[in-house]
């Protein structure tokens, strides 16, 4: 079966992987900018990253046959410093205009502080202004619950919003039903120790039901594990739910949702 993982950063991945993934059904992913494991020194190196995103990752990912898109923004971690975020938040229109770019993400609250409230109301105004599609981080582990309220009281307050243009992600049990209530997509992150294991995130699907469900591996620099969206379908198909259902959380929800963007296009693989 084919499938999408809207969120996993490729930069941070080898062409092994890449291979891998095709070789087990991946069609496209979807590259959020984020943390790189240290702050960066300016914000050229901001400008490069994007650059990376948006011109070698897709070239990369290509040659295994897998559509890359990209998401660009500034981090919750190097959100902190205010002024230096605007200087980065000046460089997103650019890159907001080329090719595959989705929107604008991953962006949200890393310790829920004022100075990464005062960015992301930046980023958010930006982001309805040009009618961008938005991608949300949320907290890891204590912060998760707080954070993620702020980030939709922060939404519900502005009468701009689109909710289905929105993704709140590394959703977890306490979270999942608050996204979903609002009208959100809701992103479930199968990561081995701060997010979900693919039995927790079959448990949520089947309570919550597949409807704006998007799954994702997150995979990055530290221990994840590319493949996990297709463990995730195995743990389904084992449980009993049918082809139709894995199919619509795995490839129709992520495809419906991208499809937002003026800057998507798809080809479905059976079609090429």
Same mark, same amino acid.
């Given at each position: 079966?084919?499938?999408?993982?809207?969120?996993?950063?490729?930069?941070?991945?080898?062409?092994?992987?890449?291979?891998?993934?095709?070789?087990?059904?991946?069609?496209?992913?979807?590259?959020?900018?984020?943390?790189?494991?240290?702050?960066?020194?300016?914000?050229?190196?901001?400008?490069?990253?994007?650059?990376?995103?948006?011109?070698?990752?897709?070239?990369?990912?290509?040659?295994?046959?897998?559509?890359?898109?990209?998401?660009?923004?500034?981090?919750?971690?190097?959100?902190?410093?205010?002024?230096?975020?605007?200087?980065?938040?000046?460089?997103?229109?650019?890159?907001?205009?080329?090719?595959?770019?989705?929107?604008?993400?991953?962006?949200?609250?890393?310790?829920?502080?004022?100075?990464?409230?005062?960015?992301?109301?930046?980023?958010?105004?930006?982001?309805?202004?040009?009618?961008?599609?938005?991608?949300?981080?949320?907290?890891? +582990?204590?912060?998760?619950?707080?954070? %993620?309220?702020? $980030?939709?009281? *922060?939404?519900?307050?502005? @009468?701009?919003?689109?909710? #289905?243009?929105?993704?709140?992600?590394?959703?977890?049990?306490?979270?999942?039903?608050?996204?979903?209530?609002?009208?959100?997509?809701?992103?479930?992150?199968?990561?081995?120790?701060?997010?979900?294991?693919?039995?927790?995130?079959?448990?949520?699907?089947?309570?919550?039901?597949?409807?704006?469900?998007?799954?994702?591996?997150?995979?990055?620099?530290?221990?994840?594990?590319?493949?996990?969206?297709?463990?995730?379908?195995?743990? +389904?198909?084992?449980?009993?739910?049918? %082809?139709?259902? $894995?199919?619509? *959380?795995?490839?129709?929800? @992520?495809?419906?949702?991208? #499809?937002?963007?003026?800057?998507?296009?798809?080809?479905?693989?059976?079609?090429?």
């Amino acid at each position: 079966m084919y499938f999408f993982d809207p969120h996993i950063h490729v930069a941070s991945r080898t062409t092994d992987e890449l291979k891998a993934l095709a070789k087990a059904g991946c069609v496209a992913v979807g590259e959020p900018a984020f943390w790189m494991g240290f702050d960066r020194s300016g914000a050229n190196s901001f400008y490069d990253y994007f650059r990376q995103l948006t011109e070698w990752e897709r070239k990369r990912a290509a040659n295994y046959g897998i559509r890359h898109y990209a998401w660009v923004g500034i981090n919750a971690k190097e959100a902190e410093n205010v002024a230096f975020a605007r200087e980065v938040i000046a460089l997103l229109p650019e890159f907001l205009e080329r090719p595959d770019v989705l929107g604008i993400g991953e962006i949200g609250l890393n310790k829920n502080t004022r100075n990464e409230v005062a960015t992301l109301l930046e980023l958010i105004d930006l982001a309805l202004k040009r009618d961008e599609l938005m991608l949300f981080h949320t907290p890891h +582990l204590e912060d998760k619950y707080a954070g %993620t309220r702020m $980030i939709l009281d *922060i939404l519900r307050g502005d @009468p701009r919003v689109d909710r #289905n243009r929105i993704c709140i992600d590394h959703c977890e049990e306490h979270t999942i039903r608050l996204v979903l209530d609002e009208g959100y997509w809701a992103g479930i992150t199968l990561y081995p120790t701060t997010k979900a294991s693919p039995q927790r995130a079959a448990d949520m699907i089947e309570r919550y039901g597949a409807e704006r469900i998007l799954v994702n591996s997150s995979a990055d620099w530290g221990p994840s594990d590319p493949l996990a969206v297709p463990e995730l379908m195995f743990v +389904l198909r084992s449980r009993g739910h049918s %082809t139709a259902t $894995i199919r619509q *959380i795995v490839y129709d929800n @992520p495809l419906g949702f991208f #499809n937002q963007s003026r800057n998507f296009s798809f080809t479905p693989p059976e079609d090429r």
